[in-house]
């Protein structure tokens, strides 16, 4: 019998959910975000047997855990099956060795070629499975700087039960990850440009949940990287590489290009789960929030400035909340700086949690002109194509002026998805797949609408 594990918000002031509930909620009603009661353990001597699963039984391991009595081991492994069928590897997230201490988490061989798509195939299964069971259709809102979107619309296209309705910025995200999205032609599916940024996206998604009657007379769920399941999922790779790498011994570091803080999150939940990882580093470009808070403990809002690598390109990093939150357990100091922050754009953290911080996380931020010399040169040296994200990873890393014996940095998109910056830089485009080339030539849909939570609300209620 499995052990009914509870979710609270990281502000307090919400009731505790099952998993089931927590995973259509989305957001708190008090603001917050979900995170269960407690971080279960993983033995040793069950991290050791990982070396001779699949990463659909490692999956199984990692995420069971986080599931209580409403979805059995057999439906669970049943959904985990058909989730990363759909991807192009048989290890679904193979790495790939630079030298003898740098590799390449290769996260990419999901349907639309980022990492969005290692939850968000498993999560519309998920939904899929409990919307079934109950008989009940559903209504998804959600806003993307580029990749989740494009992972969400390819994942419930054929879920009939569910409306998608996807926000992105318009002219701001790369054409190869529009046509992802646009390209799609389903009734139950609809693509929002809105002339603003990502951030702002994210804002107005925000006031329309913020709204708790429209929410729920609506059935309205969210799946931006907030919704817990994301992380969840995103914890069994860390889990994966460890298995396939000899570790014992060794100092680990994983370096992540970062922007709403969920894949570098699901890595400390990995070493909270008794994974052997030494230091997370959060890779940032040019928006740079996250190294400037470890540096000074301010953290400070300014101007999201456009990068090469646009899913990154965010100056509000929701899930630095779950951190703040599991570093302090005080609801009452995450309600203080989420409070400052709305009202000033900015908090201060006291030097206690700023410690606390960096015995887990280092940061370093990465300039375009670094960007674009690392493609180079890994290209030249390595013959290995980098996307401009990963490249934030892998440069970033490489700043760090402590010495880790193993460095793994999570390659987060394939080139291709950001062939206009990748084909400037090396003389080739044979990284350019066929299914991209085919992406192309493709007809699009979508709308066009102000930067207005009202005048999208207007259609998204029209619609649905
Ligand atoms: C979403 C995304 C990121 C950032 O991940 P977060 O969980 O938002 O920090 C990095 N690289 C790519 C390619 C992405 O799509």
């Known amino acids: 019998m499995k052990n009914n594990i509870k979710y609270s918000s990281t502000r307090g002031k919400s009731v505790e959910l099952l998993f089931k509930d927590v995973i259509f909620e989305g957001l708190a009603p008090d603001g917050g975000l979900y995170v269960p009661e407690t971080w279960p353990k993983l033995e040793k001597k069950t991290l050791s047997r990982f070396s001779g699963m699949s990463y659909q039984q490692i999956a199984f391991e990692v995420i069971s855990p986080y599931i209580d009595s409403s979805l059995s081991d057999d439906d669970l492994k049943n959904i985990i099956d058909k989730a990363y069928s759909s991807f192009d590897h048989p290890e679904i997230t193979p790495l790939n060795k630079i030298n003898d201490n740098k590799y ?42 580029g990749d989740t979107g494009a992972a969400a619309i390819e994942s419930f296209k054929n879920i009939k039960s569910v409306k998608i309705f996807i926000l992105h910025p318009y002219n701001k995200i790369s054409e190869v990850q529009r046509k992802f999205m646009t390209t799609i032609k389903s009734d139950n599916v609809f693509n929002i440009a809105v002339k603003g940024s990502f951030d702002d996206c994210q804002n107005i998604i925000k006031q329309i949940f913020s709204d708790q009657s429209y929410k729920k007379n609506n059935n309205l769920t969210a799946i931006n990287s907030i919704n817990w399941a994301r992380i969840m999922c995103q914890i069994v790779y860390y ?15 994983f370096s992540v290009p970062t922007g709403n803080f969920g894949d570098i999150l699901a890595g400390y939940i990995a070493l ?12 940032t470009n040019e928006n740079d929030i996250l190294t400037r808070t470890l540096t000074s403990g301010e953290h400070e809002l300014r101007k999201v400035k456009e990068t090469t690598s646009p899913s990154i ?39 206690d949690i700023i410690d606390q911080i960096k015995n887990h996380f280092c940061s370093y931020s990465v300039s375009e002109d670094e960007v674009n010399r690392t493609i180079s040169e890994i290209y030249e040296n390595h013959n290995i194509i980098l996307d401009p994200h990963t490249a934030v990873g892998f440069a ?24 206009d910056t990748v084909e400037k830089l090396i003389s080739n485009d044979s990284f350019v797949t066929e299914k991209v080339k085919k992406l192309m030539q493709s ?22």
Do not use: W
């Open 313 to 351: 390109d965010i100056q509000i990093s929701s899930n630095f909340e779950r951190l703040l939150f599991d570093i302090s357990k005080d609801t009452e100091y995450v309600n203080k700086l989420m409070s400052e922050l709305k009202k000033t754009g900015t908090y201060t953290l006291s030097n």
């Open 239 to 253: 889990f994966y590489t460890i298995s396939r790498l000899k570790t014992t011994g060794k100092r680990v570091l």
């Open 104 to 145: 390449l988490l290769e996260l990419f061989h999901g349907p639309t070629y980022a990492f969005k798509d290692v939850a968000m195939q498993f999560i519309s299964q998920l939904m899929g499975f409990y919307l079934k069971q109950e008989d009940r259709s559903l209504n998804i809102l959600g806003a993307t700087s």
């Open 443 to 464: 007809d699009e849909q979508m709308i066009i609408l102000e930067n207005n939570a009202t005048v999208v609300q207007d259609f998204i209620s029209n619609n649905m």
């Open 396 to 419: 970033s890393a490489g700043k760090c002026p402590e010495n880790y014996d193993l460095s793994i940095t999570l390659s987060t998109a394939h080139p291709a998805k950001f062939k």
């Open 272 to 283: 909270k789960m008794g994974l052997d990882i030494d230091m997370l580093n959060i890779a």
